[in-house]
């Protein structure tokens, strides 16, 4: 039999990989739906979906292997991470899917939940004000009018694969729908912004960087005690609390 491993596991889901094949078990059948559905029409490559039986979906392993993890390293060349950003440049201007995803909250709704988290941090000791307060003021750049992209929702630099300089698929598309193309961008250069030059060469347009720096420090604000309370460290180096430093 082949050694099952736990990918990543919390109390709202989980991913094992067994051999050549991941099994998604959500408590959230939406989710699922969503996720079937973007890979369907998403113009970038995507795992095979091998069968789905409520709560798993079984969707087959990707060549190469992910450019990094926030926290950690990365191990992909400059041209690798272009060719990334060039593979989100093709899913940004993609006809636009019939749902609103985790990208695209309404202004309005993000900065009430922003500014919440914000006083919650403090209150409870998570964060120091100085910090909270700094990291909220950038993130106000964020907040503004956009236009409705195709976009992943979750695109961390986990779920995407390279095989030397080519992108051989994208994962874990369950937050996907209609959304703000910036914040993926951000989301896929969270604690790399060494790499954050290579990902606009291959985009191929100009971005407006306040806005990236922005969407780095609300979602790094909005992630913190929700990691805290599924067993994930933001305080290791490099993760979402050193996020928020680097923009004192």
């Known amino acids: ?24 078990v959500d408590a959230d059948q939406a989710r699922l739906v969503v996720e079937v559905e973007a890979m369907s029409l998403a113009p970038v490559p995507t795992p095979a979906v091998l069968w789905r039986k409520p709560p798993v979906l ?11 993890r926030l926290g950690g390293p990365s191990t992909g060349s400059p041209a690798a991470w272009a060719a990334a950003g060039a593979a989100i440049r093709k899913l940004h201007d ?28 403090v209150t409870n000791g998570v964060l120091p004000a100085d910090l909270v307060t700094r990291n909220r003021q950038v993130a106000e750049a964020a ?18 694969f390279v095989d030397g300089d080519e992108v051989t698929g994208i994962i874990d598309w369950s937050e996907a ?37 922005a969407w780095w420090s609300l979602r790094s604000l909005l992630a913190v005690r ?23």
């Open 143 to 160: 907040l503004r009018p956009w236009t409705p992209a195709f976009t992943h929702g979750d695109l961390q630099i986990a779920h995407v």
């Open 226 to 248: 929700w990691l805290i309370e599924h067993g994930f460290d933001p305080f290791a180096p490099g993760c979402e609390v050193d996020v928020l430093r680097s923009r004192m």
């Open 58 to 68: 079984a969707i087959a392993a990707l060549p190469g292997t992910t450019l990094g």
């Open 177 to 213: 729908g209609q959304g703000d193309a910036l914040y993926d961008l951000a989301t896929f250069t969270l604690g790399h912004e060494e790499h954050l030059d290579d990902v606009i060469a291959g985009y191929g347009t100009d971005v407006d960087l306040d806005v990236i720096h």
């Open 94 to 121: 993609a006809p636009l899917p019939s749902r609103s995803g985790r990208a695209g909250r309404s202004i309005d709704a993000l900065a009430a939940e922003l500014d919440e988290e914000c006083e919650l941090l």
């Open 1 to 24: 039999m082949d050694e099952v491993k736990v990918v990543v596991a919390h109390s709202e889901r989980a991913t094992l990989r067994v051999g050549d094949m991941f099994l998604k």
